[in-house]
């Protein structure tokens, strides 16, 4: 199988059972504007169910923070968990459309 970086596999089944979260940072730098991500988690199990991006344009003369998205619906995924991730990586190998969306967010 093809390793997908960011995914977290079960030594013997490979398994997909965890992610790695990658978000922007509060920086200054002129190519990319600055952003965080708020995550909303299950109160039981504190497991994500939603993370929302918000970024800020820098060079606007009075920047304020501004919702960009939703995870979940930005990718079209029905949850955020390990096997979604998965299947939406292996769907971004066939799917140009898709993956041109998921490198402008």
């Not at 096997?83 to 898709?98: A, G, I, K, R, T």
């Amino acid at each position: 199988h093809q390793e997908i970086e960011g995914i977290s596999r079960a030594v013997g089944s490979g398994k997909p059972i965890g992610m790695h979260y990658w978000g922007g940072s509060v920086s200054t730098w002129y190519q990319v504007y600055p952003s965080f991500r708020l995550f909303e988690v299950d109160a039981e199990t504190m497991v994500p169910v939603r993370a929302h991006t918000y970024s800020m344009n820098i060079s606007e003369e009075n920047p304020v923070w501004k919702y960009s998205y939703e995870l979940s619906e930005l990718l079209n995924i029905t949850d955020l968990s390990p096997s979604s991730f998965m299947d939406l990586s292996q769907s971004l190998l066939s799917d140009e459309q898709m993956s041109l969306k998921v490198i402008t967010k």
